[in-house]
């Protein structure tokens, strides 16, 4: 869960970072980027911007064939990336090997997803980007695959109550163990034991999700983040991803990834990460699964969609506007159990003996009776 701070923008710098954001260039995009090769161009916003939207082996590859139009400071760092990103996939690799094997030995069901399993959409595992190893396991399994993480080297770094970060000595590559897709306060997402029948093999011998449950995974992390940090522009290569798998897998199901969407309260947030993906980087290659969307769930998604593309154009905060994380999530979830789940939560926490304390050592200060004795019986009430 690295956190990234946004770059400043402009808007010739990410035209440019939209036409690299792709496996392969075709003739209207190989166009579009020599046309703003042209440009006078500020290379230390494209870098800053690359390394934000983790874009650099992309650049890297879609500039090596106008190397003489790139400042050779700006190709020197790339190269230097890209052999770094070559030297990471490698280390991801073995890890995910013994890993994967450690798992299967244990009888602990665990699926890897993100990161370096959504490198073969770009060719090899050194072709995009990544940060870290992540594996999904049941939330009744997360004991085990702690204990079995400590068996290997692994320790824990940090915490939450849906994930946590491991590092093992002597590798660069960190591990998120997710028994969760999303924090309670975003709601329900899809159980992950319904993953693991459909799962299949993929890189280094791992179990994957099926390309159907992926689009659906990778589309709750796209709306998780619009939603949690509201006002930075979406990830492009988060997007690129949505986009390379529909490319990559013709035979989508898309039919079967609405279904499972709708059953798990979910079909708002799909609609939502695959049509901004593709009106940012493939407005005119939709999936016909997304064109046949209802018009009633177009009509709430839609303002979401331009609200987040928004801030991707936005010169700076001044700019754009974007809305609030309550009105964005009040918008993406469909069933209100769901919507009332940042709420929910706020309650639980105030509902902690410790912050009750707190609270009512505040209201004693002022001298608020009512609401001291409110408060106090609803900490009698908790114990």
Request: proline fraction near 7%; glycine fraction near 8%.
């Amino acid at each position: 869960m690295e956190r990234r701070e946004p770059a400043s923008r402009a808007v010739a710098e990410i035209e440019l970072l939209v036409c690299c954001a792709r496996r392969s260039l075709d003739p209207p995009w190989a166009s579009r980027l020599s046309r703003l090769l042209d440009a006078s161009l500020d290379w230390d916003e494209i870098c800053r911007l690359a390394r934000y939207h983790r874009l650099g082996r992309l650049l890297d590859r879609h500039l090596e064939a106008h190397a003489g139009r790139v400042p050779s400071a700006v190709r020197l760092a790339l190269r230097y990336g890209a052999a770094a990103v070559s030297r990471g996939a490698e280390q991801a690799g073995r890890d995910l090997a013994r890993l994967a094997a450690a798992f299967a030995q244990r009888a602990v069901p665990v699926i890897a997803y993100k990161g370096l399993v959504l490198s073969e959409l770009y060719g090899d595992t050194a072709s995009r980007d990544f940060v870290d190893l992540d594996l999904l396991v049941a939330a009744g399994d997360r004991v085990r695959a702690h204990d079995l993480l400590e068996t290997l080297g692994y320790r824990r770094t940090r915490g939450y109550p849906w994930e946590a970060t491991y590092r093992l000595p002597g590798s660069e590559i960190p591990l998120d163990l997710h028994w969760g897709l999303a924090p309670a306060r975003f709601g329900a997402c899809p159980g992950l034991d319904q993953l693991w029948p459909r799962r299949r093999k993929g890189v280094a011998g791992a179990f994957v999700p099926c390309p159907e449950d992926l689009l659906l995974v990778l589309c709750i992390q796209a709306a998780k983040d619009a939603w949690s940090r509201p006002a930075d522009p979406p990830c492009l290569l988060k997007l690129c991803d949505l986009v390379e798998l529909s490319r990559m897998e013709p035979g989508l199901d898309w039919r079967s990834v609405l279904e499972r969407a709708r059953a798990a309260g979910c079909l708002r947030i799909v609609a939502f990460a695959s049509l901004l993906a593709h009106r940012v980087l493939d407005p005119e290659g939709a999936p016909s699964g997304l064109r046949g969307l209802p018009r009633p769930l177009l009509e709430v998604v839609g303002p979401l969609v331009a609200d987040v593309e928004a801030r991707l154009w936005a010169a700076g905060p001044d700019d754009h506007r974007p809305a609030s994380p309550a009105r964005f999530h009040a918008g993406v979830r469909e069933r209100v159990r769901d919507r009332l789940a940042p709420y929910l939560e706020n309650l639980r926490a105030l509902c902690k003996p410790p912050l009750l304390q707190r609270g009512l050592r505040t209201l004693q200060t002022h001298g608020r009776a009512t609401g001291h004795h409110l408060l106090a019986r609803l900490r009698d009430h908790v114990n």
